[in-house]
């Protein structure tokens, strides 16, 4: 890629949240819809002035074989992700936000496909009763087991002791796109009471090739509620995550804590007065996870 040239005008870059019909409820994203000419370092200039915890960037992709297969000439994209800090694979709040976003803009509703560094994902935008909403595929999950060393500093890095974690809803690395720690709090109140050492876990993140750390709380069979932690990325923590749902509804359906068959939802934001929900789909015979939810600009 290639900078900007000299005195090309900044990129126009919308601002939409993801995750909630309400501006000001789930995770908002920056978007730039053509990001042709940009470098490395102009885009990350960009994540860190938008302050968001993701911004993505898009350019519009040639007429690609994988593109013409699926019958998306014309609508598929190569897209990066950057937070304030550095770059990440992939970021679904971002992918739901973008794809809402080009449909706004005159694309309208359909089906796109993003090649990112994560791999190609598939996105469908619908738009009933006027409320637009995507569903992203995402690429084969795996979920691997974590060490017991590795599991302690996570503990002590939250000052979470290990009774109050929820012994049905094992501690586990799961993928998605990117990597996250799934540990589950025993109650609500833990989940509520997030304070911890930004550096340590930082530290501890980039060690095991973490996105976020996914806490999670079941409330009912197939309801949860979720924070996510996002050190390595500059942010305290992500108020609506859905690289990070799609990794967890691979982790739900390995271990059997749901049917192979499912919808689950995930509450998250509440905490931090930016509800959101997020809608994970199962298929059985399908390991690809899809997440679903509402997306809308922020005016200003």
């Not at 909630?20 to 994203?29: H, K, Q, R, Y």
């Not at 087991?145 to 109050?164: C, F, G, N, R």
Request: proline letters at 7%.
């Amino acid at each position: 890629m290639t900078t900007n040239a000299p005195g090309a005008a900044s990129p126009a870059v919308l601002r939409y949240t993801a995750f909630s019909a309400d501006p000001a409820g789930g995770n908002p994203a920056g978007i730039v819809l053509d990001a042709a000419g940009l470098d490395d370092a102009a885009m990350l200039g960009i994540a860190a002035e938008v302050g968001y915890s993701e911004s993505a960037f898009l350019t519009p992709a040639p007429d690609s074989a994988s593109a013409s297969a699926s019958g998306q000439a014309g609508r598929a994209y190569d897209v990066r992700y950057f937070s304030p800090q550095a770059e990440v694979p992939f970021c679904g709040h971002a992918t739901v936000a973008a794809a809402v976003a080009l449909a706004e803009h005159g694309a309208g509703a359909g089906d796109f496909v993003f090649s990112t560094r994560a791999g190609t994902v598939p996105v469908t935008v619908t738009d009933a009763d006027g409320a637009p909403r995507a569903t992203l595929t995402s690429v084969e999950p795996h979920v691997d087991e974590v060490t017991a060393a590795d599991l302690t500093e996570a503990l002590a890095s939250l000052d979470w002791p290990a009774d109050d974690l929820d012994p049905a809803l094992p501690p586990r690395i799961a993928y998605a796109g990117a990597r996250h720690l799934i540990l589950a709090a025993a109650t609500r109140e833990r989940l509520a009471d997030l304070s911890y050492d930004f550096e340590r876990l930082a530290a501890l993140m980039r060690r095991l090739d973490l996105t976020t750390v996914q806490l999670v709380w079941r409330e009912k069979d197939l309801t949860f509620h979720v924070r996510d932690p996002f050190p390595v990325g500059g942010v305290v923590e992500d108020p609506a995550t859905g690289a990070a749902a799609a990794a967890f509804g691979a982790y739900a359906r390995e271990l059997g804590l749901v049917p192979a068959q499912s919808e689950l939802t995930l509450h998250q934001g509440a905490d931090m007065g930016r509800p959101g929900v997020l809608t994970v789909n199962l298929r059985d015979g399908d390991a690809k996870v899809r997440v679903s939810g509402a997306a809308v600009r922020i005016e200003g």
